[in-house]
C-alpha cells in the first residue's frame, strides 16, 4: 500500500479510536470508580446533561452591594483608629451609622495636621474628603475606590457561590454574573430547591462572642432593652422526644473575641457520646494561638459560637485548648452538611437574596431527551438515504463520513467534559447538515471535473482541491459567530455553540480528508475504474 495512504488512514483511526475512547465513560454510565479495574484507564470525564435534560433548578440571585459597602466602610474606620492611636492622636471621634460616610471629629485642631498626613499617606486612593465644618470632617470612598469595592464584592460573591455549589458535588453546574450585581445559577439533576437556596445565600459570618455574666438577664434584656455594648441572639434548639422548636435567648458582648477568618477547615462527624452530627473547626497557626489564648483568658466562662448572628451552641469553657479546634452541635445531620459546606468555601462579602426561581422536572427533561433523539434520528436518516439516491455509489462514502462524525463529536463533548443541553441536541442535528453541504461541494466540484474529460483521479483531485477554500470559509465564519454565541449567551445557547464549533470542525475533517481518503482507497485497489458513479 502506498505510505501516504496508510498514514493517512491510521490518523483517521485514530481521530476514530480517540473518540470513542473518550465516549466509553458515557456509554458505560458514568465514571468508573477506583475499586473498579479498568480505572487507570479509562478518562474521568463524561457527558453532561444540562438542565433541560436532566432536570434541576433555575436561581437568579442578588448581590446586596451596599451592605458590602457599608461593612468594608467600618472596617475601613476601625484601621483608621488604629493608626490614628499609633501616632499617638487623641481627643478625636469616629462613628459611621451603618453608611458609606465615616464622621471623623477632632477635640483640638491640633491633631489636625497629623489626621491629614496619615489620611493622605494611607487613604490617598481610598478616602477623600466629602464635607468639612470646623472640626468635623465626612469622610467617603473615591469613585475609583467604591467601584473597584463592588465589583470586588461581586466576583467574589461569584466563586464563593461557585466553591459551595462544588463542594456540596453538584455536577456541571452553570454559573455566570448578569449585570453589576445579579448571578444566574443552574443546578442539573438538584432536586430540593429549598436546601440549595439555604446552601447559597448562608452569609456564613463566623464570629465567638462571650456571653455576658452580669445582673441582668437576658429575658430582662428583652424586656427593657440590652445594657450598652451587649446584644441577644437566639439559639434554636429542638427536642429530641417532641420534635417541638424553640429559641433560647443569649445575652452576648457585642465585640467578637474572634471570627472565621482563619478557619482552615470544618467536617461533619458524630459525636463519641450520642452519635449527633457536629460539625469540626480547624483553624490555621494564626488562629489555633489566637483561639488558645482565647480558651486561657476566659476558663470557667461561657463562650457563644455565633453564625450569621444565630446561637449554635454556648459551651463552658472547662480549660484551654491549645490545638485550635472546637465543634458545633444542636443541628440535622442535613444542617449540619449545609455549614460544613458553607464554612469550608468562605463567608460571602455580602447578603444574597432570590429574585427567580425555577424548577425543571426530570420527566419534562427526558421528554426533550426523547424528542431530540427522535429528531436526530429521524433527520439522520432523511439525510442518509438522500444522498444515496442523488450520487449513487460515491454517496456512500459521504455516508460513511457522515457516520464518522458522531464518534469524534460525542468523544470530544466527552473529553471536555461539557454539558449537552436541548439547543445542543440540534447543534448535532445543525453539523450532519453542514457535513453534507461540504459533501455536495466536492461532489459538485468533481462532477464539473469530469465534464471537462478528466479520469477518476484527476476528477477526484481536481474537486477536492477547488471545494476546499470554499469549505474552509464558510465554516470559519460560522465558528466565528458560535464563538460570540458562547461568550455572551447563557447555559443553553452555549451547549449550542459548544456543539456546533466541534461539530463544524469534525463535519469539515471528515469531509475533506476522510472523503478523500476512502476515494484514493478504492482507486488504489480497482485502478481500472473508468467513471465515477456520482
Same mark, same amino acid.
Given at each position: 500500500?502506498?505510505?501516504?495512504?496508510?498514514?493517512?488512514?491510521?490518523?483517521?483511526?485514530?481521530?476514530?479510536?480517540?473518540?470513542?475512547?473518550?465516549?466509553?465513560p458515557?456509554l458505560?454510565?458514568?465514571?468508573?470508580?477506583?475499586?473498579?479495574?479498568?480505572?487507570?484507564?479509562?478518562?474521568?470525564?463524561?457527558?453532561?446533561?444540562?438542565?433541560?435534560?436532566?432536570g434541576?433548578?433555575?436561581?437568579?440571585?442578588?448581590?446586596?452591594?451596599?451592605?458590602?459597602?457599608?461593612?468594608?466602610?467600618?472596617?475601613?474606620?476601625?484601621?483608621?483608629?488604629?493608626?490614628?492611636n499609633?501616632?499617638?492622636?487623641?481627643?478625636?471621634r469616629?462613628?459611621?451609622?451603618?453608611?458609606?460616610?465615616?464622621?471623623?471629629e477632632?477635640?483640638d485642631?491640633?491633631?489636625?495636621?497629623?489626621?491629614?498626613?496619615?489620611?493622605?499617606?494611607?487613604?490617598?486612593?481610598?478616602?477623600?474628603?466629602?464635607?468639612?465644618?470646623?472640626?468635623?470632617?465626612v469622610?467617603?470612598?473615591?469613585?475609583?475606590?467604591?467601584?473597584?469595592?463592588?465589583?470586588?464584592?461581586?466576583?467574589?460573591?461569584?466563586?464563593?457561590?461557585?466553591?459551595?455549589?462544588?463542594?456540596?458535588?453538584?455536577?456541571?453546574?452553570?454559573?455566570?454574573?448578569?449585570?453589576?450585581?445579579?448571578?444566574?445559577?443552574?443546578?442539573?439533576?438538584?432536586?430540593?430547591?429549598?436546601?440549595?437556596?439555604?446552601?447559597?445565600?448562608?452569609?456564613?459570618?463566623?464570629?465567638?462572642?462571650?456571653?455576658?455574666?452580669?445582673?441582668?438577664t437576658?429575658?430582662?434584656?428583652?424586656?427593657?432593652?440590652?445594657?450598652?455594648?451587649?446584644?441577644?441572639?437566639?439559639?434554636?434548639?429542638?427536642?429530641?422526644?417532641s420534635?417541638?422548636?424553640?429559641?433560647?435567648?443569649?445575652?452576648?458582648?457585642?465585640?467578637?473575641?474572634?471570627?472565621?477568618?482563619?478557619?482552615?477547615?470544618?467536617?461533619?462527624?458524630?459525636?463519641?457520646?450520642?452519635?449527633?452530627?457536629?460539625?469540626?473547626?480547624?483553624?490555621?497557626?494564626?488562629?489555633?494561638?489566637?483561639?488558645?489564648?482565647?480558651?486561657?483568658?476566659?476558663?470557667?466562662?461561657?463562650?457563644?459560637?455565633?453564625?450569621?448572628?444565630?446561637?449554635?451552641?454556648?459551651?463552658?469553657?472547662?480549660?484551654?485548648?491549645?490545638?485550635?479546634?472546637?465543634?458545633?452541635?444542636?443541628?440535622?445531620l442535613?444542617?449540619?452538611?449545609?455549614?460544613?459546606?458553607?464554612?469550608?468555601?468562605?463567608?460571602?462579602?455580602?447578603?444574597?437574596?432570590?429574585?427567580?426561581q425555577?424548577?425543571?422536572?426530570?420527566?419534562?427533561?427526558?421528554?426533550?431527551?426523547?424528542?431530540?433523539?427522535?429528531?436526530?434520528?429521524?433527520?439522520?436518516?432523511?439525510?442518509?438515504?438522500?444522498?444515496?439516491?442523488?450520487?449513487r455509489?460515491?454517496?456512500?462514502?459521504?455516508?460513511?463520513?457522515?457516520?464518522?462524525?458522531?464518534? !469524534?463529536?460525542?468523544?470530544?463533548?466527552?473529553? /471536555?467534559? *461539557?454539558?449537552?443541553?436541548?439547543?445542543? #441536541? @440540534?447543534? +448535532? $442535528? %445543525?453539523?450532519?447538515?453542514?457535513?453534507?453541504?461540504?459533501?455536495?461541494?466536492?461532489?459538485?466540484?468533481?462532477?464539473?471535473?469530469t465534464?471537462?474529460?478528466?479520469?477518476?483521479?484527476?476528477?477526484?483531485?481536481?474537486?477536492?482541491?477547488?471545494?476546499?477554500?470554499?469549505?474552509?470559509?464558510?465554516?470559519?465564519?460560522?465558528?466565528?459567530?458560535?464563538?460570540?454565541?458562547?461568550?455572551?449567551?447563557?447555559?443553553?445557547?452555549?451547549?449550542?455553540?459548544?456543539?456546533? !464549533?466541534?461539530?463544524?470542525?469534525?463535519?469539515? /475533517?471528515? *469531509?475533506?480528508?476522510?472523503?478523500?481518503? #476512502? @476515494?484514493? +482507497? $478504492? %482507486?488504489?485497489?480497482?485502478?481500472?475504474?473508468?467513471?465515477?458513479?456520482?
Open positions: 500500500m502506498n505510505k501516504n495512504l496508510m498514514w493517512r488512514g491510521i490518523i483517521l483511526l485514530l481521530v476514530i479510536g480517540g473518540g470513542l475512547y473518550y465516549l466509553l458515557t458505560l454510565g458514568g465514571v468508573p470508580s477506583k475499586d473498579e479495574p479498568g480505572f487507570s484507564i479509562l478518562p474521568s470525564k463524561v457527558i453532561n446533561l444540562g438542565l433541560d435534560l436532566k434541576g433548578i433555575y436561581l437568579a440571585m442578588e448581590v446586596d452591594l451596599q451592605v458590602a459597602v457599608n461593612n468594608a466602610t467600618r472596617r475601613t474606620m476601625d484601621d483608621l483608629r488604629r493608626r490614628l499609633d501616632a499617638n492622636v487623641t481627643g478625636y469616629l462613628e459611621n451609622e451603618n453608611s458609606p460616610e465615616i464622621l471623623l477632632l477635640n485642631p491640633a491633631n489636625q495636621a497629623a489626621v491629614t498626613e496619615i489620611l493622605d499617606r494611607y487613604y490617598g486612593e481610598t478616602l477623600r474628603v466629602a464635607s468639612r465644618e470646623g472640626t468635623k470632617s469622610l467617603t470612598y473615591t469613585t475609583d475606590a467604591l467601584a473597584d469595592l463592588r465589583d470586588m464584592t461581586a466576583r467574589q460573591a461569584l466563586e464563593t457561590i461557585r466553591n459551595r455549589i462544588d463542594m456540596y458535588g453538584v455536577a456541571e453546574p452553570d454559573i455566570r454574573p448578569q449585570g453589576e450585581d445579579r448571578i444566574i445559577i443552574q443546578l442539573p439533576g438538584v432536586s430540593d430547591p429549598e436546601e440549595a437556596i439555604v446552601l447559597i445565600g448562608k452569609t456564613a459570618i463566623l464570629e465567638f462572642k462571650l456571653v455576658d455574666d452580669g445582673t441582668t437576658p429575658e430582662e434584656a428583652i424586656r427593657v432593652g440590652a445594657p450598652p455594648g451587649t446584644e441577644v441572639l437566639y439559639e434554636r434548639y429542638v427536642d429530641p422526644v420534635g417541638v422548636e424553640s429559641r433560647i435567648p443569649h445575652l452576648l458582648r457585642k465585640q467578637a473575641l474572634m471570627t472565621g477568618d482563619s478557619l482552615v477547615d470544618s467536617r461533619v462527624v458524630r459525636g463519641q457520646q450520642f452519635g449527633e452530627p457536629q460539625v469540626t473547626l480547624t483553624f490555621d497557626s494564626r488562629g489555633a494561638r489566637e483561639f488558645d489564648e482565647l480558651t486561657s483568658r476566659y476558663v470557667g466562662r461561657r463562650l457563644a459560637i455565633v453564625l450569621d448572628n444565630q446561637v449554635y451552641s454556648a459551651p463552658v469553657i472547662k480549660t484551654r485548648i491549645p490545638d485550635g479546634e472546637a465543634y458545633i452541635d444542636q443541628m440535622t442535613d444542617e449540619a452538611r449545609v455549614l460544613s459546606v458553607v464554612l469550608r468555601a468562605g463567608a460571602l462579602p455580602a447578603p444574597v437574596s432570590v429574585l427567580e425555577r424548577t425543571v422536572g426530570p420527566s419534562m427533561g427526558q421528554d426533550s431527551i426523547k424528542q431530540g433523539f427522535t429528531a436526530g434520528v429521524t433527520g439522520l436518516c432523511l439525510i442518509l438515504g438522500f444522498i444515496l439516491v442523488y450520487y455509489l460515491s454517496g456512500v462514502v459521504a455516508d460513511l463520513a457522515l457516520l464518522v462524525n458522531f464518534p !469524534i463529536v460525542l468523544g470530544a463533548l466527552a473529553a /471536555f467534559g *461539557a454539558t449537552l443541553t436541548l439547543p445542543g #441536541i @440540534f447543534g +448535532l $442535528v %445543525l453539523t450532519m447538515a453542514m457535513a453534507v453541504d461540504a459533501n455536495v461541494l466536492i461532489f459538485e466540484r468533481i462532477r464539473e471535473e465534464r471537462l474529460g478528466k479520469g477518476p483521479s484527476g476528477a477526484i483531485k481536481g474537486g477536492f482541491d477547488r471545494a476546499f477554500w470554499t469549505i474552509f470559509d464558510s465554516n470559519i465564519t460560522t465558528i466565528l459567530a458560535a464563538m460570540v454565541l458562547y461568550q455572551f449567551g447563557s447555559g443553553p445557547i452555549r451547549g449550542f455553540a459548544v456543539t456546533l !464549533i466541534i461539530g463544524i470542525l469534525s463535519s469539515m /475533517f471528515t *469531509a475533506i480528508f476522510a472523503s478523500r481518503w #476512502i @476515494f484514493d +482507497l $478504492v %482507486l488504489y485497489n480497482r485502478r481500472k475504474i473508468k467513471k465515477i458513479s456520482i
